[in-house]
């Protein structure tokens, strides 16, 4: 890993560990097991409206993590596979009254389908210039959904229905509709952590490591980073239409360049490269927003004053720092 | 003939509008061009810069009394001074860093100005008005009414982009600049003060999108998002052109506002995209770019 690279922020020296549980370490593991506690009891304490959107947030935060912690890739228009995820699963769910979790898996689709061909055209440059394609490619769909007709342009499409789940279970309680967002995330969370701990995502991370190395050894190195973009791409797209689901709305906001800064920040926050960073952050910045809503533009303004701290002062991020003191990789 | 007259009547508003919009391009991609040369760093709050060169002509104007032409002068050199200090106590501190942390932390830069004066200002725009002496420039043509102030932009911004193309291309200032791009640390040796230079360099990136900003001021409606509109087509163009040459990005820049007025003309809906979509074929033939190095 080269000295200063973006993704060697979050870890620490790798030693080599035992892979145990599910691939995660000995600490992983015991992380993992507190994640899963705190996802089934925070509802009987906390607003669960508000956990659904951490928790989608930490699902969107994952899947961009998939490309920026293990391949090295920033994208800085993770915004259009989130937001058209959104717009997808809400018209399905509304205009044709598709079961929710149809609508999810047509919202995940649609970012599969988007991160194909941008993730083909991204894939030709690396480092920032890649950043910049995926953001403009990203501008380009906002233009699209202010001016095609199903996402309702400046409105967005709102009052979509939760509908019920495999035709039993009744979303519109709150506390339903959160044991499967609940589901959903971890179920994306642990397919993450499979497909970085596969022999596919050991090729991933020596891309990241080391691209012309990786060529040398005969991997088609473009094709790996392709389908990362696409898996991440379509985590994405499920976040996003879960979201939609959870708050009956989808806007422009879903897929403006801010809501692609919006992740890097949370990603960042909790640490690059990190398993649990995404998570953490996301649930950093959320409560955050929360908190500071009334403040209206100085949330901006905050958020800025994050990212700059963080990448002066705190590139490790939250799980980065604890995991460094702790001397595990977390 | 008169058909002629009445098709150009149409389209020769769209080309002039597509040169003020190329202008534009011409010098934010100039500005980030020569920050990237010499820093490495992609100067995400470019926009941010440029718009506070707008609201640095509003203020000048509206508190201070300071007209036009005084604000040309001054408020790329206070927003500049604004740059050399966000130089020095920040992005200083990453030129050993992976690259990608520069466009984070301006990125994070961007967002605290945009939400400053979202604060200070509200969302809606301010107007400034277009100075009363380019009226006489105005050109009336039967339906076709060229503001004169638009032909200024676009002079305007020829010889900036020619200006800066002189200094660095035929100065000694310009040479170090190239020298210490290729080779800092020999040009270091030399005894030219280098981290200075940087300094200096993103100063004047940044006084010049102030300079774009003040430029468009009359044009445009000074509010705090008119930075990010803008920004992010200049990335775009800044891909089609590569970033290697500085002449490349001014080319580049007119041409694509040029392509963007005309396809306006045809087909509307698709203007706001067509950046795009040239980007996503020139990514396709040229990976590095029109004019870029590989």
């Known amino acids: ?330 | 003939m008169d058909d002629l007259l009445f098709e150009l009547s149409l389209i020769l508003p769209q080309i002039i509008l597509g040169l003020v919009n190329g202008a534009f391009y011409a010098l934010l991609s100039l500005g980030l061009a020569i920050i990237f040369g010499m820093l490495n760093v992609i100067n995400f709050a470019h926009g941010a810069q440029f718009m506070m060169g707008a609201f640095a002509a509003w203020m000048l104007l509206n508190w201070l009394g300071i007209g036009y032409w005084g604000a040309l002068v001054l408020a790329p050199l206070l927003v500049g001074i604004i740059g050399i200090v966000i130089e020095k106590t920040m992005i200083a501190r990453l030129y050993k860093l992976d690259h990608l942390y520069g466009l984070l932390l301006t990125f994070g830069i961007a967002l605290v100005i945009e939400g400053i004066f979202r604060n200070e200002f509200g969302s809606s725009g301010l107007s400034y008005a277009t100075p009363p002496e380019f009226r006489a420039l105005d050109l009336e043509l039967g339906d076709f009414f060229l503001p004169g102030y638009r032909v200024w932009v676009v002079i305007v911004a020829v010889v900036m982009c020619l200006a800066t193309w002189l200094v660095i291309e035929k100065t000694r200032i310009g040479a170090y600049l190239r020298a210490a791009v290729e080779r800092p640390q020999l040009v270091q040796a030399f005894g030219v003060n280098v981290p200075r230079m940087m300094t200096l360099t993103y100063g004047a990136g940044v006084a010049l999108a102030a300079f774009a900003g003040v430029l468009a001021a009359p044009i445009y409606s000074v509010h705090p998002g008119m930075g990010a509109n803008f920004i992010i087509t200049v990335f775009a163009v800044v891909v089609i052109g590569g970033m290697g040459s500085i002449l490349g990005a001014v080319v580049t820049g007119f041409m694509l506002g040029l392509v963007q007025g005309i396809t306006d003309v045809f087909w509307s809906e698709a203007s706001a995209t067509v950046v795009f979509v040239i980007m996503a074929i020139v990514l396709l033939t040229r990976p590095a770019g029109l004019f870029g190095r590989a």
């Open chain 1, 1 to 330: 890993m080269a000295e200063g690279s973006i993704a060697a922020a979050g870890g620490i020296a790798a030693r080599h560990e035992e892979a145990g549980f599910l691939g995660f370490t000995r600490p992983q593991a015991l992380a993992f097991l507190v994640l899963v506690a705190a996802v089934l009891v925070s509802p009987f304490f906390l607003y669960p409206v508000f956990l659904m959107k951490i928790l989608c947030f930490a699902l969107f935060a994952c899947a961009f993590n998939l490309l920026i912690g293990y391949v090295g890739l920033l994208s800085f228009g993770h915004a259009a596979y989130f937001g058209m995820g959104a717009y997808v699963t809400g018209y399905a769910a509304k205009a044709w009254s598709v079961p929710p979790e149809l609508a999810i898996l047509m919202g995940g689709a649609i970012g599969a389908a988007l991160g194909l061909p941008f993730g083909w055209l991204a894939i030709r440059r690396t480092g920032i210039y890649f950043a910049m394609i995926t953001l403009a490619l990203a501008q380009m769909v906002y233009f699209f959904a202010l001016q095609a007709p199903f996402t309702g342009g400046e409105d967005g499409i709102q009052a979509i229905p939760r509908g019920t789940l495999f035709g039993i279970f009744d979303l519109t309680a709150d506390l339903t509709m959160y044991w499967l967002v609940a589901a959903i995330f971890l179920v994306g969370f642990l397919l993450i952590h499979r497909i970085v701990h596969s022999p596919f995502g050991q090729v991933m991370k020596a891309i990241r490591d080391n691209e012309p190395r990786a060529t040398s050894l005969g991997y088609r190195t473009d094709d790996y980073k392709l389908m990362a973009f696409v898996l991440s791409a379509g985590l994405a797209g499920i976040a996003g239409g879960t979201k939609a689901l959870v708050f009956n709305i989808a806007t422009l906001t879903d897929v403006l360049w801010t809501m692609s800064g919006e992740v890097v920040l949370m990603t960042l926050v909790g640490g690059l490269g990190t398993v649990f960073g995404p998570v953490v952050g996301a649930a950093v910045i959320i409560t955050m927003q929360n908190y500071l809503a009334e403040f209206g533009a100085w949330v901006t303004v905050i958020q800025g004053g994050i990212f700059i701290a963080c990448v002066l002062a705190f590139r490790r991020g939250v799980v980065g720092e604890i995991g460094n003191a702790l001397k595990v990789k977390l």
